[in-house]
């Protein structure tokens, strides 16, 4: 889920800025935000990382299936890094046409 919704931008928001400030402090609100949630994802894949590992060296089970429960832990982590890759290339996407326009991206939902 966190790869769709960062890709389709239908992840939390919260737009404070006024369209008062300039385009300058748009984009760098827009470059610490991306920053932040890419830092988060990356401490919830590593997290992920380390409790898969955990789970495989004492062969945890899950109780219903008797199936190894880091099949179903790992999807987590998965998402999370998937998702910090669409970051990364989202971020990429506005700073080039930030280069080229000079004009910061203001988040609106998509419509559909």
Known sequence: G???AI?????????VL???VSQRVQFAVVV????????????MTASCIELVEQQ???????ESMHAPAWYFTSVIGIGF???GL????????ELAKYRETGIAHITQVPEE
């Open 81 to 83: 890094g998937i998702g």
């Open 86 to 93: 669409r970051l990364i290339q989202g971020f990429l996407q």
């Open 2 to 4: 966190v790869p769709y």
């Open 18 to 20: 006024p369209s008062t």
């Open 56 to 62: 495989i060296m004492v062969n945890r089970r899950t």
């Open 32 to 43: 610490i935000s991306t920053a932040l949630f890419l830092l988060m994802c990356v401490i």
């Open 7 to 15: 890709r389709y931008k239908r992840h939390i928001v919260c737009d």
